[in-house]
């Protein structure tokens, strides 16, 4: 086979390879609580909807229904907390009914009552990437735009998905008293775990994507040259 359509196809093959990661919910929150891929809508819990996202008040961030029982995932959440004095509950994998589940922690990642991540990794009023993931033998990793957060292993299925996903709403065994007003700009859900690096290659950029058809033109134009000179032969 020519060597230009050799190295061709291999770069086709490094720009979609990445493109395995299986998202199952996309929420931009551009004027709309819509999934993106067709799935349920998110739930607005008494936060304002704009044109790039949701502001909530404390336990009025959104909830999103249908994961019963998901154990291996990835979320994704773009973010900012108003407050970050004490907990602030992030998210919540029991329908409010467990003090368990991820927090900030006096600016830091926490998932109670587990491990806390280094200081100062929020700011207020800034809106930071978060990531979760939970895997097939329950290990739980933490990003935090793109630096690696906490880890742990969960024996005990405190970071198992239940019937509702919660955002941002503190549980009902602390009185909901753990919970910050905020913003919300994006949340994503992929159906594996993920490193940071990985979910961000999932989706190609518009730029992969001209790249991609790029590569197919190149093949293409390879193989009618070769046509070609057979032909000439």
């Given at each position: 086979?020519?060597?230009?359509?050799?190295?061709?196809?291999?770069?086709?093959?490094?720009?979609?390879s990445?493109?395995?990661?299986?998202?199952?919910?996309?929420?931009?929150?551009?004027?709309?609580?819509?999934?993106?891929?067709?799935?349920?809508?998110?739930?607005?819990?008494?936060?304002?909807?704009?044109?790039?996202?949701?502001?909530?008040?404390?336990?009025?961030?959104?909830?999103?229904?249908?994961?019963?029982?998901?154990?291996?995932?990835?979320?994704?959440?773009?973010?900012?907390?108003?407050?970050?004095?004490?907990?602030?509950?992030?998210?919540?994998?029991?329908?409010?009914?467990?003090?368990?589940?991820?927090?900030?922690?006096?600016?830091?990642?926490?998932?109670?009552?587990?491990?806390?991540?280094?200081?100062g990794?929020?700011?207020?009023?800034?809106?930071?990437?978060?990531?979760?993931?939970?895997?097939?033998?329950?290990?739980?990793?933490?990003?935090?735009?793109?630096?690696?957060?906490?880890?742990?292993?969960?024996?005990?299925g405190?970071?198992?998905?239940g019937?509702?996903?919660?955002?941002?709403?503190?549980?009902?065994?602390?009185?909901?008293?753990?919970?910050?007003?905020?913003?919300?700009?994006?949340?994503?859900?992929?159906?594996?775990?993920?490193?940071?690096?990985?979910?961000?290659?999932?989706?190609?950029?518009?730029?992969?994507?001209?790249?991609?058809?790029?590569?197919?033109?190149?093949?293409?134009?390879a193989?009618r040259?070769?046509?070609?000179?057979?032909?000439?032969?």
């Open positions: 086979m020519n060597k230009l359509i050799i190295a061709g196809i291999g770069a086709l093959t490094a720009i979609a990445p493109a395995t990661a299986a998202l199952v919910a996309d929420f931009q929150l551009n004027g709309s609580l819509a999934d993106s891929l067709g799935g349920a809508d998110l739930t607005n819990n008494g936060g304002t909807l704009g044109a790039t996202g949701i502001s909530f008040g404390a336990n009025r961030g959104p909830s999103l229904g249908g994961f019963l029982n998901a154990s291996v995932y990835s979320i994704v959440i773009g973010f900012s907390f108003d407050q970050l004095d004490g907990w602030r509950k992030i998210l919540d994998f029991s329908n409010l009914s467990s003090d368990s589940g991820l927090y900030n922690l006096s600016s830091s990642l926490d998932f109670y009552p587990f491990v806390t991540t280094v200081t990794q929020f700011q207020a009023g800034v809106v930071h990437r978060v990531v979760l993931t939970r895997d097939a033998a329950g290990t739980v990793v933490s990003y935090v735009d793109g630096d690696s957060g906490l880890t742990f292993l969960d024996t005990g405190n970071a198992v998905i019937s509702t996903l919660n955002f941002f709403n503190d549980d009902f065994a602390t009185g909901q008293g753990e919970a910050s007003s905020g913003f919300v700009d994006y949340i994503q859900i992929y159906d594996t775990a993920l490193t940071d690096t990985g979910i961000i290659a999932g989706v190609p950029e518009p730029t992969s994507w001209m790249m991609l058809i790029a590569g197919f033109g190149l093949v293409g134009a193989a040259r070769r046509r070609l000179a057979i032909r000439a032969a």
